[in-house]
């Protein structure tokens, strides 16, 4: 299994960015995906999940209305949308199938600043 964190940076408040997660090893198509996000010194935090088809998402109330999840089973990648980004999205992302807890990524850098 390996999941493969990118598109994270340095953005100004209100700005957008969108992660993306390729994954290999398994079959992508038949799990749910999951992105969290840790800042360092706290507990990783649910950000967004979405089921193995793409029919039911859910997110976190933080950042309901501003991000989406989404996913392309031919490409073998979940996508996360997030706009209006504010200071308190700054965080380490990281991309994992639904209800795991193993074969984490690298994750991709998120920076909320002005």
């Known amino acids: 299994v390996q999941l493969v964190e990118s598109g994270g940076g340095l953005v100004q408040p209100g700005g957008s960015l969108r992660l993306s997660c390729v994954a290999s090893?398994?079959?992508?198509?038949?799990?749910?995906m999951t992105w969290y996000r840790q800042v360092s010194g706290k507990e990783r935090e649910l950000v967004a999940g979405?089921?193995?088809?793409?029919?039911?998402?859910n997110y976190a109330n933080s950042v309901k209305g501003r991000f989406t999840i989404s996913r392309d089973n031919a490409k073998n990648t979940v996508y996360l949308q997030m706009n209006s980004l504010k200071p308190e999205d700054t965080a380490q992302y990281y991309c994992?199938?639904?209800?795991?807890?193993?074969?984490w990524g690298q994750g991709t850098q998120v920076t909320v600043s002005s």
């Open positions: 994992q199938r639904t209800s795991f807890n193993n074969y």
């Open positions: 090893g398994f079959r992508f198509s038949t799990y749910g």
């Open positions: 979405i089921s193995s088809g793409g029919g039911n998402r």
